[in-house]
């Protein structure tokens, strides 16, 4: 079993849906990322958190450190959403274990 | 800009050649790192530096070579003895710790 489990694989969803992506993991943690990448493979970090909620713009993520589980949502989504979004989780240091992603298609 | 510049973005190579992708930073980062991405996997990591003249090991090193010889470059050569080297390679790189990562757009490398 991967130490970091992503769900949906694949997700398709009409513009304006509102997108659940669902992030489990094993292992103690020091902090939990979501990444986005792009058709080109680059990779940008989306949000870095350890504790609570964040929100940037239409993207908001949410960690339970008890239940060892995190949420991206994306409000009012929009063709351009459509990517690889990856939760990343780190134990410390440079021990960084990634989950396979999600592919999220929005058609308009 | 600050970021991270890998090169190339699309490499071929014949079997039993060694091939060395590139990854420079100015972002003043002390810590750099390589991972490989596969179809369906998440990241693995390759190697990755603390600090310049210093490497180590990742899940996946055997058939790859690094070297940091200076902050901003960590070059990762793939040898002739990776046995299955056609895979997608990321560079990144961060603030020691817990800091943000930072990635290259990649390198596509196809061994024919």
């Known amino acids: 079993k991967n130490e970091v489990e992503q769900s949906p694989q694949n997700l398709t969803a009409q513009e304006g849906e509102f997108i659940t992506i669902n992030c489990s993991y094993s292992?103690?943690?020091?902090?939990l990322h979501w990444l986005q990448q792009h058709p080109g493979g680059g990779i940008v970090s989306l949000f870095m958190?350890?504790?609570g909620k964040k929100k940037h713009g239409r993207l908001i993520a949410t960690i339970n450190i008890q239940e060892k589980h995190s949420s991206l949502h994306i409000t009012a989504s929009h063709p351009r959403d459509s990517a690889v979004y990856i939760c990343?989780?780190?134990?410390?240091?440079?021990?960084?274990?990634f989950g396979a992603g999600t592919r999220l298609t929005v058609k308009p | 800009d600050g970021g991270i510049t890998q090169s190339p973005k699309y490499l071929f190579r014949k079997e039993g050649q060694n091939v060395t992708l590139s990854c420079e930073q100015n972002?003043?980062?002390?810590?750099m790192y390589w991972y490989r991405q596969d179809p369906g996997q998440g990241l693995r990591l390759i190697y990755y530096?603390?600090?310049?003249?210093d490497f180590q090991k990742g899940d996946i090193a055997e058939g790859y070579s690094v070297s940091r010889e200076k902050k901003e470059s960590f070059p990762l050569t793939v040898t002739s003895a990776q046995k299955n080297p056609t895979a997608f390679y990321l560079c990144?790189?961060?603030?020691w710790g817990d800091g943000e990562l930072f990635f290259g757009e990649g390198s596509r490398l196809t061994v024919l």
């Open positions: 530096s603390q600090i310049v003249n």
């Open positions: 990144a790189s961060s603030t």
């Open positions: 972002l003043n980062h002390d810590a």
């Open positions: 958190l350890s504790s």
């Open positions: 990343a989780v780190r134990s410390g240091g440079n021990d960084m274990r």
């Open positions: 292992v103690g943690i020091s902090a």
